[in-house]
């Protein structure tokens, strides 16, 4: 377990919905990161938050958006979904504000099918 | 410049074999080096990682070969088990910037 919490584990919505992505690092950590993951693709950084500000801007669509709140904890939002947006999404989290300042930590991700 | 290049995709190896996977970066600023393993329906977790300060790094049966000079460092999985059949990510980063993943390798050990 590495303490990286992310919920729901499955959601299954339709084209041109709205979802969110939730996640509670691990104790102590105030970064968080957010990948997607799509089939046979590797890890596709989308965005960093470091004590609730914005802190690196990856390959992020614009109908995305996340936040980090007060108590840490981040969200994803997709919005105006596509097929193509269906992926695993996982979060991760370190205790400093990225690269070698810490070691990432995976939740086990959320798997969102776009039917 | 920012890539990190990661082969073989994929890689089949019997039991007790060696599996080797390769990984190779152009940004000079990388000091950090890490490789994560990911089992289906799991989040990726560290396995070893290394810093060009040393060329070779070994845990277990894991071992990590750097070379500077070359750009390149790969993962030695020794007496590979079935219980290593998973998805290998080899990554990059430097002071206070993000890591740079490989595209994964894929591993199945046979029984």
Redesign the interface.
């Known amino acids: 377990d590495?303490g990286?919490t992310q919920t729901p584990k499955h959601l299954i919505t339709a084209t041109g919905q709205r979802v969110t992505l939730r996640c509670s690092p691990r104790s102590g950590d105030l970064s968080v990161?957010w990948y997607q993951q799509s089939l046979d693709?590797?890890?596709q950084?989308l965005i960093?938050y470091y004590n609730g500000e914005e802190r690196?801007k990856?390959n992020i669509l614009e109908r995305f958006s996340a936040q980090q709140f007060p108590d840490l904890h981040s969200e994803l939002n997709l919005s105006s979904l596509e097929l193509g947006d269906s992926a695993l999404y996982?979060c991760?989290s370190s205790v400093g504000?990225?690269?070698?300042?810490g070691?990432?930590?995976?939740?086990?991700?959320s798997r969102l099918t776009v039917l | 410049q920012q890539q990190v290049k990661q082969s073989p995709q994929s890689l089949i190896v019997q039991k007790g074999g060696i599996s080797i996977i390769n990984c190779a970066y152009e940004n000079t600023a990388f000091d950090y080096f890490p490789w994560y393993q990911q089992f289906p329906g799991k989040g990726p977790a560290l396995l070893i990682a290394i810093r060009p300060d040393v060329s070779e790094k070994k845990e277990g049966r894991f071992t990590i070969s750097f070379n500077k000079s070359a750009k390149q460092f790969s993962l030695h999985i020794m007496d590979s088990q079935p219980g290593d059949s998973a998805t290998y990510f080899c990554a990059a980063s430097s002071y206070g910037q993000n890591f740079v993943f490989g595209p994964g390798t894929r591993l199945s050990v046979l029984p």
């Open positions: 590495s990286v990161y693709q590797g890890l950084f960093q690196a990856g996982f991760a504000a990225g690269g070698h300042t070691e990432l930590f995976f939740g086990e991700g």
